[in-house]
């Protein structure tokens, strides 16, 4: 990308970091399903495997305006460890 061109989609990166937040949480197992309609993320939630087979991590991407319903739903489905990230700059 040359001058302009790079500009403009540093730009856009830092529109949309503002419009989202990072959404982190630890899951148990077997309300992920459940978890992922609630947090469907931008494309997909990332899961990943934790130790305890009982339970994964989850990375997710939520419009800020929604991050305290979103968190509200996760804590009484059982979720914990529940962290919310500023992004500073985002391409999506």
Do not use: M
Request: some cysteine.
């Amino acid at each position: 990308l040359e001058g302009i061109d790079r500009a403009l989609v540093s730009y856009d990166g830092v529109l949309a970091a503002a419009r989202y937040a990072l959404i982190e949480y630890n899951c148990p197992a077997a309300r992920i399903e459940e978890a992922s309609r609630i947090t469907p993320g931008f494309s997909s939630p990332t899961i990943a495997h934790l130790q305890d087979p009982a339970w994964l991590a989850v990375k997710v991407l939520v419009e800020k305006a929604a991050t305290q319903r979103v968190i509200d739903a996760l804590e009484a489905i059982g979720c914990v460890a529940i962290l919310e990230t500023e992004l500073r700059h985002a391409r999506l």
